[in-house]
């Protein structure tokens, strides 16, 4: 059964520390997206990557690290550099070179106090 | 840059009848795709519809059509027999070149019993 998985669902932190949340797929996509959503402000574009050991900054990469170390998985870091690490993080998938759509993950929300 | 405008924060429409989601978008681009994403409560984006900009013809996905206006940069969403189901953000984006997907901020749609 293909697809895209983010885990966990809920995640608690103490403001300060570093966390990560996991994305995998196994539909073979070569490329892979973290967005940042928050109420009001539609998805906005963290980082993405489109080859293995390859990533680029998306329109808010400020205070968030990635790696792409293997095709199936995208972890994304949140540091204690983010400024309002609090939100709702999507994983996005989708076949390189040609038009198409993204297939999103379930999605992780993250509540750093 | 490329930019998606969604007019319409929020709606609501009585289950059965006809309701059109309105998106306005600006590139300079000749060739381009058009989605509408809904994300209902469960928070799991999911493809509604697509249509592809060099395509006159417009996209329909059972209940869900288009109006798309390439000259007008307009990409309308109707959906047809509306149901309890179809309660839930939708987002109107945009796939430039670089295989990046540019959201609209979303419109709230509420459809009641």
């Known amino acids: 059964d293909g697809g895209i998985t983010q885990s966990p669902k809920y995640l608690f932190r103490k403001e300060g520390q570093n966390v990560t949340l996991s994305c995998e797929q196994n539909?073979?996509?070569?490329?892979m997206y973290w967005y940042r959503q928050d109420p009001g402000q539609g998805l906005r574009l963290i980082y993405y990557?489109?080859?293995?050991?390859?990533?680029q900054k998306g329109d808010i990469a400020e205070g968030y690290s990635v790696s792409r170390e293997k095709k199936e998985s995208f972890p994304l870091t949140v540091t204690s550099a983010q400024k309002n690490p609090t939100a709702f993080y999507l994983c996005a998938s989708s076949p390189y070179r040609g038009f198409h759509e993204q297939y999103f993950g379930p999605g992780t929300r993250l509540t750093v106090t | 840059a490329q930019t998606v405008t969604q007019s319409q924060p929020e709606m609501s429409v009585q289950e059965a009848e006809t309701v059109t989601l309105s998106c306005t978008y600006d590139t300079s681009e000749s060739n381009y795709y058009l989605f509408w994403y809904k994300q209902p409560p469960s928070r799991q984006m999911i493809l509604v519809i697509r249509?592809?900009?060099?395509?006159?013809q417009n996209a329909t996905e059972n209940r869900f059509s288009v109006n798309f206006q390439k000259a007008a940069k307009s990409f309308s969403l109707k959906i047809s027999d509306s149901q309890l189901g179809d309660t839930a953000m939708y987002f109107c984006?945009?796939?430039?070149?670089?295989?990046?997907?540019?959201f609209g901020k979303g419109t709230r749609l509420h459809i009641l019993p």
């Open positions: 990557s489109q080859i293995v050991n390859d990533f």
């Open positions: 984006a945009f796939l430039d070149r670089d295989d990046k997907i540019i």
């Open positions: 249509q592809e900009a060099y395509k006159q």
């Open positions: 539909l073979n996509h070569d490329a």
